[in-house]
Nanobody
Framework: QVQLVESGGGLVQPGGSLRLSCAAS????????IGWFRQAPGKEREGVSCISASGGSTYYLNSVKGRFTISRDNAKNTVYLQMNSLKPEDTAVYYC????????????WGQGTQVTVSS
């Protein structure tokens, strides 16, 4: 069955960096776009970024453009989210998910990884 496992979260000071990883199994990874979304306490789920199946197209939430970079390694069935210049408002649980067409229609997602940006 589809399995997505996020890792790489943690506590970081404002201005710091983290790299999240999403390891996938149970489906033909190279055929699927993969998205990252986040959810903070008391807030709605928010799509952060997405990468097409080939990796040729990427999409970002306006507030993370220029700070976050999504990439994928189809040989390793893994998607990455490099997050730089982190801000307190980036604090949330981050999830990776299958998202065909990068339209934020998430079919399957992992257990999430907590990102906390605080001094």
């Amino acid at each position: 069955q589809v399995q997505l496992v996020e890792s790489g979260g943690g506590l970081v000071q404002p201005g710091g960096s983290l790299r999240l990883s999403c390891a996938a199994s149970g489906f033909t990874f190279s055929h699927y776009a993969i998205g990252w979304f986040r959810q903070a306490p008391g807030k709605e789920r928010e799509g952060v970024s997405c990468i097409s199946a080939s990796g040729g197209s990427t999409y970002y939430l306006n507030s993370v453009k220029g700070r976050f970079t999504i990439s994928r390694d189809n040989a390793k069935n893994t998607v990455y989210l490099q997050m730089n210049s982190l801000k307190p408002e980036d604090t949330a649980v981050y999830y990776c998910a299958t998202d065909q067409g990068c339209v934020q229609q998430y079919a399957d997602w992992g257990q999430g990884t907590q990102v906390t940006v605080s001094s």
